[in-house]
């Protein structure tokens, strides 16, 4: 069982810049591939970023690429999505969560999830 707590969310202008983090309890979590996914309002929720367990390779979609970086302490069991350049199109709840794959964009091959953190882009 693995328990995930994002946090770091806010409002924020546009072209600014939010780190989130997500803390993940338990003993396992370098067990697991973790991802970002992210759900605004009236729409399904899509992949973001992706990072394998060892932190050493990393996936990203295409709106995140080159201005999403994400990172994993597995000393601390955290994940952290780093957002830059954000535009009102990036306000949604960002959730991270946890997949026994070596990584996936599919939201039904993460088997753990966080409640998720509000991100508002104010243009």
């Known amino acids: 069982q693995v328990q995930l707590v994002e946090s770091g969310g806010g409002l924020v202008q546009a072209g600014g810049s939010l780190r989130l983090s997500c803390a993940a309890s338990?003993?396992?979590?370098?067990?697991?591939?973790m991802g970002w996914f992210r759900q605004a309002p009236g729409k399904e929720r899509e992949f973001v970023a992706a990072?394998?367990?060892?932190?050493?390779?990393?996936a990203y979609t295409d709106f995140a690429r080159g201005r999403f970086t994400i990172s994993r302490d597995n000393a601390n069991n955290t994940v952290s999505l780093q957002m830059n350049s954000l535009t009102s199109e990036d306000t949604a709840v960002y959730y991270c969560?946890?997949?026994?794959?070596?990584?996936?964009?599919?939201?039904?091959?993460?088997?753990?999830w966080g409640q998720g953190t509000q991100v508002t882009v104010a243009s």
């Open positions: 969560a946890a997949t026994t794959t070596l990584w996936s964009t599919r939201n039904n091959d993460y088997i753990y």
């Open positions: 338990g003993r396992t979590f370098s067990s697991y591939a």
């Open positions: 990072v394998t367990r060892d932190g050493a390779a990393q």
